[in-house]
């Protein structure tokens, strides 16, 4: 699944190819994973794209009305098909996640659509915008300019932006598996299996220890484990394990460097021990058993323990 370098990267490539242009036509497929496909066929054609954002692993166009047909539609109405006018002719934001197997991909129009195109934004340049997924468990709606901020929001913090105090309260300050909260996308947004494994290998923490057992130290490795492996991460584009490519088709290289991730039974790139696989949270985590010991058990359960014993 692409997580925050892939979708970073992806961006970056839309912000060179996009802004500007305007989207003359929408072509469906299959539109399961669009949350309203009329509102989408019908509202964005004649939007002009000025800009791309990312929201965790959402990518968000932002998409104004044409000048003239917001003004050609405000002259051709009045009394209360105006507030109808207006949500049409205001400023709109797209939201693509990409779900396991998604890609967008600008080509030129002549070129030959790919198996499981599902979306087709077809430019004032002669391009084409290509939404194709394999597996379709991505997601595509249309948030008005009013609800964004909202939308937004109820996402986690951005993890290359979040505090030293704000980390600390959001991870120390729980009592949950440090993975299932490094995961949590409303802890932090765009965090995923990779990176998580990867930035736990680096602070020298197991996948299974809370979040509230934690020293202040450890938080503080964490943080900077975070922002580093996914820093590096995008700067090398993101990584390439199954169908991910950025949007002009290219893999990223960022898999030639992973430490713990899918290297079950290979030498720890710091200390040698064999790379281990467990299940926490529900997911698979790799981790280093030299360099990131298991937690140990709670007091409590320690003391409960040698109770019993006794009364045996």
């Not at 400023?91 to 030129?108: E, S």
């Not at 087709?120 to 290509?130: P, Q």
């Not at 704000?166 to 009592?175: V, Y």
Request: charge should be positive; charged fraction near 30%.
């Amino acid at each position: 699944m692409p997580e925050l370098p892939e979708v970073e990267t992806i961006v970056r490539g839309l912000r060179r190819l996009l802004p500007g242009r305007r989207i003359l036509d929408v072509r469906l497929g299959k539109t399961d994973f669009i949350d309203d496909p009329v509102q989408l066929g019908e509202s964005l054609p004649g939007r002009r794209i000025e800009s791309i954002s990312r929201y965790g692993k959402f990518i968000a166009f932002h998409l104004a009305c044409c000048a003239s047909n917001a003004s050609a539609a405000v002259a051709e109405v009045a009394g209360d098909a105006a507030s109808d006018c207006a949500s049409k002719t205001s400023r709109v934001h797209l939201l693509v996640h990409l779900g396991m197997t998604g890609q967008l991909m600008v080509r030129g129009a002549a070129e030959s659509a790919p198996p499981h195109t599902h979306v087709t934004f077809v430019l004032d340049d002669g391009r084409e915008l290509r939404y194709t997924d394999v597996r379709r468990f991505g997601r595509m709606l249309i948030v008005r300019d009013s609800e964004i901020d909202a939308f937004r929001d109820r996402l986690g913090v951005e993890p290359l932006e979040i505090t030293e105090v704000e980390f600390a309260r959001r991870i120390g300050g729980r009592h949950a598996r440090i993975k299932a909260l490094l995961l949590d996308q409303h802890v932090l947004r765009g965090m995923g299996n990779i990176y998580v494994d990867e930035s736990l290998w680096r602070a020298r923490i197991h996948p299974a220890r809370c979040g509230d057992a934690l020293s202040r130290e450890q938080l503080g490795a964490l943080r900077r484990a975070v922002r580093h492996v996914l820093e590096t991460a995008i700067r090398l584009r993101g990584s390439s394990i199954s169908d991910y490519v950025d949007a002009e088709g290219f893999p990223g290289r960022f898999q030639l460097r992973h430490r713990v991730y899918q290297r079950e039974g290979k030498p720890c790139a710091r200390c040698g021990a064999k790379i281990r696989r467990i299940i926490v949270a529900g997911r698979s985590s790799h981790f280093c058993p030299q360099c990131q010991p298991t937690p140990r058990a709670p007091k409590r359960g320690r003391k409960n323990a040698r109770a019993k014993k006794q009364k045996r």
